[in-house]
């Protein structure tokens, strides 16, 4: 497999595209001390689910900019390896309220991240009430605990199963949310919370709808247990340590029948909680889609996978997973605009190859470990 060779640098080196189709490091490391934070005085933040995919990410960001940062994690999915060296881990429900009061009155963070969620599509519709318990029972926990502590600016990670099977793609902001599954319920109810929150106890909020999350820092990537998610599935199965893909419907609305979504870097990601951390100390609320704005369909992925690898992606079709739409794509032009957010990933091969590189160089992810 062709791989970036290069220094440890939170982001992977800059491709290029060679007549040969060969994949190139280029000499150019993608630097994140650009824009993100750099107004910003250093905070102390809370980060739920910080063991996990984005959360640890969003650590390593935060650290790279100076703020301090705490943990609060349970582990049932996240890896404490993932977790930056230096910061505090609290092994904890967040639907512990009286832990997660005790910890927001030592901590007493400036800004709370709140990652810690179930968000898997399919499990949703299988098991709502782990759903509704975990994502908005753990989000009464936490804002009644950010209300006694005094803490006063919370970013959600919400997500585009708010919107459901949207009428216009690329989806605005505006467009209407009608979920199509529970996962997207249970964020849309979150969202709707720190609303009256808001409203009642002036919570400034940032409800940032992640499209499709991939790639990886160099030292932070994707290690679900079981993994679902696509990207990592079909590298898996083209380097022969999975199982073939199974694509989930070749029969939709779509150029080649199969589900179109909108993937971005998971480094951009994080750079877009620093920024609308940072515009939260002027105003109440951001609601922002957080996507590339390109769609890419299952079979599109499927060739970039070969692309990067050089390997074929065994596949083969599978019936529709439930809950899922068939098209999400978004509008990040709030987001560009609002924030100055500038995605560095804006091709799926690049992202991709991030993916491929933390998979090669982590083949059994981060070791399993025992919990707790
Ligand atoms: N998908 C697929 N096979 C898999 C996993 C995912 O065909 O083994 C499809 C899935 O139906 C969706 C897209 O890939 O259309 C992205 O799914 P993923 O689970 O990665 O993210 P989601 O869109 O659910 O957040």
């Keep these: 497999m062709r791989r970036i060779e290069g220094t440890r640098t939170l982001v992977h080196g800059q491709q290029a595209m060679h007549e040969s189709g060969q994949l190139q490091s280029s000499k150019h490391n993608h630097s994140l001390t650009r824009k993100a934070g750099a107004n910003l005085r250093a905070m102390h933040v809370l980060v739920t689910g910080g063991a996990g995919y984005i959360g640890s990410v969003t650590c390593e960001v935060l650290q790279e900019h100076r703020h301090t940062v705490c943990v ?207 515009k939260l100390q002027a105003t109440e609320r951001l609601v922002l889609n957080l996507g590339n704005g390109s769609g890419f369909s299952v079979l599109e992925v499927i060739r970039a996978v070969e692309a990067v690898t050089g390997r074929t992606v065994p596949w083969s079709a599978a019936p529709r997973r439930e809950g899922d739409p068939p098209r999400l794509v978004a509008s990040s032009a709030r987001a560009r605009e609002v924030l100055g957010w500038r995605p560095q990933f804006d091709s799926l091969e690049r992202i991709v190859q991030t993916a491929a590189d933390w998979m090669q160089e982590h083949p059994r992810g981060y070791e399993r470990e025992p919990t707790g």
């Design 72 to 278: 609060v994690d349970d582990l049932s999915r996240g890896h404490r390896a993932a977790i930056p060296p230096g910061v505090p881990l609290e092994v904890c429900s967040i639907l512990d309220a009286e832990r997660m009061r005790a910890i927001l009155e030592r901590e007493r963070p400036d800004g709370v991240l709140h990652f810690a969620a179930s968000s898997l599509v399919g499990e949703s519709m299988r098991d709502p009430g782990l759903y509704f318990r975990n994502n908005v029972g753990g989000m009464v926990s936490l804002l009644d605990a950010c209300v006694e502590a005094g803490c006063r600016r919370v970013l959600l990670s919400s997500s585009a199963a708010t919107y459901g099977d949207p009428d216009e793609v690329p989806i605005p902001e505006e467009a209407p949310t009608r979920p199509t599954n529970p996962y997207g319920e249970s964020k849309r109810i979150c969202e709707q919370m720190l609303e009256w929150y808001r409203r009642v106890h002036g919570i400034r909020y940032g409800s940032l709808r992640y499209f499709n999350a991939a790639g990886a820092s160099v030292e932070r990537g994707e290690d679900h247990e079981p993994e679902t998610h696509l990207i990592p599935l079909a590298l898996q199965a083209a380097l022969g340590s999975g199982n073939a893909l199974r694509v989930f419907g070749t029969d939709y609305q779509t150029e080649d029948g199969t589900c179109v979504r909108d993937y971005i870097h998971v480094v951009d990601l994080a750079e877009a909680h620093l920024l609308t951390l940072e």
